[in-house]
């Protein structure tokens, strides 16, 4: 991912760790410094590699490697930051993936509107016996998000994230609709 950087010295070069034989021997310490050149961006990647890592402080183009670590794919539409938000955002989302509650953090994390979500199941308690099971027995996941344009609003991306933070099971619709 990262590339040669011209003059980038390297913290241990090679050429001090020969024997005192090749110390003064021209080819062996100009072959040791163009192998300095390349692995001093692999070293300095490496040192630094807590800072690649964190989405506060990775390279813009190391974010959407960080978010597919989680499952999430960044489409490029948000800036960097927000990128930034989304993927720190997304280590808290791993833990509600497939849930209610998950769906409706993940949509209010990259639309910025907290969606209505409707499902068709349910859970109770009953002393009773036969008691009648809550829900519906078709299972069915609905996510109504209302924004201020839904002309120009992209229900592709809100499908894409639905789909990929429901339950694989599950079928669901997505409804946009003018808010109010």
Known sequence: MRGLIPGLASPYPLGDTLPSLYRDDYFAQ??????????????????????Y??????????????AGWMGIVLDGHQSAERQREFVQVGVELLQWRGTARGVRAAVDALFDVTPEIVESGGASTS???GSPLPGSDQPDLLVRLGVPDPE?????????????VKPAHLPHRVEVYQAG
């Open 53 to 66: 890592l964190d989405p506060a402080t990775a390279p813009e183009d190391m974010l959407g490697w960080l």
């Open 30 to 51: 100009h072959l040791c410094g163009g192998l300095d050149e390349v692995l001093a961006p692999v070293i300095a990647t490496l040192d630094s590699l807590p800072a």
């Open 152 to 164: 120009g609003f992209d229900v592709r991306r809100l499908e894409a994230l639905v789909e990929m």
């Open 127 to 129: 002393t009773e016996p």
